[in-house]
């Protein structure tokens, strides 16, 4: 028989990732608090496995604790620009990484994801940087190491929960497409050089563009 959705028993690592789920969505937003209770009485759970998936947010730097308990992570421009120039290094040495050690299987998957995303009509903001962040994924995978894995996924959960995608100002999207397909053919052709600097600057790029939304964002906030 078939467990109603109601139903579903919760524990930490559930919870866990269902809240992990909705903050990066954006469906719980930066400054909500979030109370041991109410989620214990929203799960059907005491308060033991909440606070067990609430302190894993709060060291994954989701959350932030203030004078009346956790609430979710506001941005920072100086931590999301931090961010960015850790990422252009890293996202440099990734690709060059991939494009020595990619397998065949590593390419076809680079390849059918940037013809999916060449084959999107219109996007939405969050459809832009969930696809982005899977092609740059597959660049991880490709260059089979652990440890700059593990690295590159802990940076860009800082940047998921940023309100709006650098991907939706301007052409932004078609010039970011553009860029990965130069990426791809040089992790083909296994240039090493070529994949490590298209991955910079695109990166350089993604950054300028993040900073003019922030000072825009400080710009009406002023205004």
Same mark, same amino acid.
Do not use: C
């Given at each position: 028989?078939?467990?109603s /959705? #109601?139903a @579903?028993r919760?524990?930490g690592?559930?919870i866990?990732?269902?809240?992990? &789920?909705?903050?990066? #969505?954006?469906?719980? /937003?930066? +400054? &909500?608090?979030?109370?041991?209770?109410?989620?214990?009485?929203?799960? *059907? %759970?005491? =308060? @033991? /496995?909440? $606070?067990?998936?609430? +302190?894993?947010? !709060?060291?994954?730097?989701?959350?932030d =604790?203030g004078?009346?308990?956790l609430?979710?992570?506001?941005?920072?421009? =100086?931590?999301? %620009?931090? %961010?960015?120039d850790?990422?252009?290094?890293? !996202? *440099?040495? %990734? #690709?060059?990484?991939?494009?020595?050690?990619?397998?065949?299987g590593?390419l076809e998957?680079?390849?059918?994801?940037?013809?999916?995303?060449?084959?999107?009509?219109?996007?939405?903001d969050?459809?832009?940087? @969930? @696809?982005?962040?899977?092609?740059?994924?597959?660049?991880?995978? &490709?260059?089979h190491? /652990?440890v700059?894995?593990?690295?590159?996924?802990?940076?860009?959960?800082?940047?998921?929960? &940023?309100? #709006?995608?650098?991907?939706s100002? +301007?052409?932004r999207? +078609?010039?970011?497409?553009?860029?990965? *397909?130069?990426?791809?053919?040089a992790?083909?052709?296994r240039d090493?050089?070529?994949?490590?600097a298209?991955?910079r600057?695109?990166m350089?790029?993604?950054?300028?563009? $993040?900073?003019?939304?922030?000072?825009?964002?400080?710009d009406a906030?002023?205004a």
């Amino acid at each position: 028989m078939t467990e109603s /959705p #109601s139903a @579903t028993r919760h524990d930490g690592d559930s919870i866990h990732d269902e809240l992990r &789920a909705q903050i990066l #969505s954006g469906a719980i /937003p930066p +400054g &909500a608090a979030l109370r041991e209770v109410v989620l214990a009485e929203r799960f *059907g %759970v005491s =308060r @033991t /496995p909440v $606070r067990a998936a609430l +302190g894993r947010l !709060e060291h994954e730097r989701l959350l932030d =604790r203030g004078a009346r308990g956790l609430f979710v992570k506001r941005i920072d421009a =100086r931590e999301v %620009v931090q %961010v960015y120039d850790v990422r252009i290094m890293l !996202e *440099g040495e %990734v #690709s060059a990484q991939a494009a020595t050690s990619r397998g065949d299987g590593d390419l076809e998957r680079l390849e059918r994801l940037l013809a999916r995303d060449r084959a999107l009509v219109d996007p939405s903001d969050r459809e832009r940087m @969930t @696809t982005n962040l899977e092609f740059h994924a597959a660049i991880w995978d &490709a260059a089979h190491n /652990p440890v700059l894995l593990d690295l590159l996924e802990r940076l860009s959960v800082h940047l998921i929960h &940023a309100p #709006s995608s650098t991907l939706s100002v +301007g052409d932004r999207w +078609g010039e970011a497409l553009d860029e990965h *397909g130069q990426l791809v053919a040089a992790i083909r052709d296994r240039d090493v050089v070529r994949a490590d600097a298209i991955a910079r600057r695109h990166m350089h790029r993604a950054r300028e563009i $993040r900073l003019e939304l922030l000072r825009s964002e400080v710009d009406a906030e002023l205004a």
